[in-house]
C-alpha cells in the first residue's frame, strides 16, 4: 500500500482534505515587511483622524459595532476542498463608523475570532502573511466604499436613495467582491497547487456571498438612514436630505 492510500484508510472515505485558508502560504520577507509597513502607516494615520475626543456615546457604538462585526466574521461557508469564504463586514463599518475607525476596527473584528477559537496549525493565517491579510480584508474594502461615496456625492443626484441604493448595495457589492476576487488572486499566486474546486466554486461563491451581504447590509443601512441617520457616519444629512 503507498502512504497515500495509508492516509485515506486512517482518515476514512467521508473526511476532506484540510486545506489551507487564503492566507496560510508564506510570501517573500521583502514582500511582508512592505506590506506591514503600508499597514503601520495607514493604521497610524487612521488613528490621527479617529476622533478620540467624541462623546461617550460614539465610543460606545463604535465598540458595538465592532463587536457585531467580530461575531458576524465567524458566519461562514466551507466548500467541500476544505478552504471557507466569511461574512468581511469591512464595508459596512466603514458607512457607519467613517474611514478611520472602520480601519481600527478591522484588527480586531480579523484576528481577534482566531485569537478566541485557535483552530489546527495548518488552517492559521501564516505570520507573514497577516499585514496583507488586513490591507486586502480591512483596508481594501474600506477604501473602496469610502471613495464610491464620495465619487457618488460629487456626480450623481442629491438623493437618500443614491446613498442607501447606490453606496449600500452596490458601492458594497464592489468592495466585497473586489476583495475576494484580490484575495484569489493571492491563493493563485501563493500556493503550490490550487484546490480542484477553485474556479467552479470559490470565485461563483465568493461573488455570491458578495452580492447577499451587501444585500442584508444595505437593508440595515437603509432602515438606520430612515429611523437614525446619525449612526450612519458616511450618510451626508446636509447633501442628501431635501433642505440638507
Not at 492566507?23 to 514582500?31: M, S
Not at 501564516?126 to 461615496?149: H, R
Not at 447606490?166 to 490550487?194: D, E, K, N, R
Not at 429611523?227 to 431635501?242: I, N
Request: aromatic fraction near 10%; charged fraction near 10%.
Amino acid at each position: 500500500n503507498t502512504p497515500a492510500a495509508a492516509d485515506r484508510a486512517v482518515r476514512g472515505p467521508c473526511l476532506a482534505p484540510t486545506i489551507p485558508p487564503v492566507y496560510a502560504h508564506p510570501i517573500p520577507a521583502p514582500l511582508a515587511l512592505l506590506s506591514l509597513a503600508l499597514a503601520t502607516l495607514l493604521l497610524m494615520d487612521a488613528m490621527r483622524r479617529a476622533r478620540w475626543q467624541a462623546r461617550l456615546a460614539e465610543h460606545a457604538g463604535w465598540a458595538l459595532a465592532t463587536a457585531a462585526a467580530v461575531l458576524a466574521h465567524q458566519t461562514g461557508l466551507t466548500l467541500p476542498s476544505g478552504l471557507t469564504l466569511h461574512y468581511v463586514g469591512a464595508a459596512f463599518l466603514a458607512l457607519l463608523l467613517g474611514y478611520p475607525r472602520a480601519l481600527l476596527s478591522m484588527p480586531v473584528v480579523l484576528f481577534g475570532g482566531p485569537l478566541l477559537d485557535d483552530g489546527p496549525a495548518g488552517q492559521r493565517v501564516d505570520d507573514t502573511m497577516l499585514a496583507l491579510q488586513w490591507l486586502v480584508g480591512g483596508w481594501l474594502p474600506v477604501w473602496t466604499i469610502a471613495t464610491l461615496t464620495n465619487v457618488s456625492k460629487r456626480l450623481l443626484p442629491r438623493n437618500p436613495f443614491v446613498f442607501m441604493i447606490g453606496c449600500g448595495l452596490f458601492g458594497q457589492f464592489i468592495a466585497y467582491a473586489l476583495h475576494w476576487l484580490v484575495s484569489a488572486a493571492i491563493l493563485a499566486a501563493t500556493a503550490p497547487t490550487l484546490p480542484h474546486d477553485f474556479l467552479d466554486t470559490y470565485l461563483p461563491y465568493a461573488i455570491l456571498l458578495a452580492s447577499g451581504e451587501a444585500w442584508v447590509e444595505a437593508m440595515l443601512l437603509s432602515a438606520l438612514v430612515v429611523v437614525w441617520p446619525d449612526a450612519v457616519r458616511l450618510f451626508d444629512q446636509r447633501h442628501h436630505l431635501p433642505g440638507g
